[in-house]
């Protein structure tokens, strides 16, 4: 089992920035990629972007947040982070980390959630 634990969320105004972070614990050994998805109320859940476990490199921004969101990945302190900057009302959400085992095709661990809020 791999635990994984967000923080890093709050009220931010639009035009500012945050820095999530995403603690894994456990089986780490186990993961080959972590992602950082969001659901805003009421919308459908939303893929960020998508790093390599070992080798840290990011795979995958999705065009919401390219150019503005940045992941990265601390591996002593097995940790990932995603660098938000130039907030948008739109990007309210709330912001879950996942991570995918080695051999399957989909993420089978996620966090609870840290929310993200953003005002105009």
């Known amino acids: 089992q791999v635990q994984l634990v967000e923080s890093g969320g709050g009220l931010v105004q639009a035009g500012g920035s945050l820095r999530l972070s995403c603690a894994a614990s456990?089986?780490?050994?186990?993961?080959?990629?972590m992602a950082w998805f969001r659901q805003p109320p009421g919308k459908e859940r939303e893929l960020l972007t998508t790093i390599e476990w070992w080798s840290g490199r990011s795979t995958y921004y999705a065009d919401s947040v390219k150019g503005r969101f940045t992941a990265s990945r601390d591996i002593a302190r097995n940790t990932i982070y995603l660098q938000m900057n130039s907030l948008r009302p739109e990007d309210t959400a709330v912001y879950f980390c996942?991570?995918?085992?080695?051999?399957?095709?989909?993420?089978?661990?996620w966090g609870q959630g840290t929310q993200v809020t953003v005002s105009a």
């Open positions: 996942a991570a995918k085992s080695t051999g399957w095709d989909n993420y089978d661990y």
């Open positions: 456990g089986r780490t050994f186990s993961v080959d990629a």
